[in-house]
């Protein structure tokens, strides 16, 4: 039962850690396409012509047996929908909000320092100051 708390406690703190995630320069343009089919844009939200951001980062956390006194490895994989990238960690640039994992202590249970991986490189439009690095499609932190 704590083993399913504790996933279920992580999985939540990381959906809400995404709710600032970027959007990539074609997603930009796609939203703000006023001949874009109604099917293309059913998920959007209403007020701001965005996705909601549970629609662009979704996060997975497989259950994990950890027995008393022993420890062991949890990973949470992140998928971003098409067309979105969020920033890696460590940013690119100090002033950029990386992407970030953080797990409240629970009953019993003792969360390590999250390792990220590795960003690709993308140069946009926007980033005047050169490529920056980003998660797009999948990525697993453990």
Known sequence: MRRNNFVLILSSLLLLAFAACSQ???ASKQTTNTSASP?????KSETSGKAPPADVVRAEAA??????????????????ANGYHINANPP???????TELTVDPGEGVTAG?????AGVSRQFAFSKEGPLSVYEGEATIK
């Open 24 to 26: 990539s320069e074609n």
């Open 39 to 43: 099917s293309s844009t059913e998920s």
């Open 63 to 80: 259950n994990v047996e950890i027995k008393a006194g022993k420890s062991g490895e949890a990973s949470v994989k992140l998928t971003v």
């Open 92 to 98: 690119s640039f100090h002033y950029l909000k990386a």
């Open 113 to 117: 320092n999250p390792v990220y991986p």
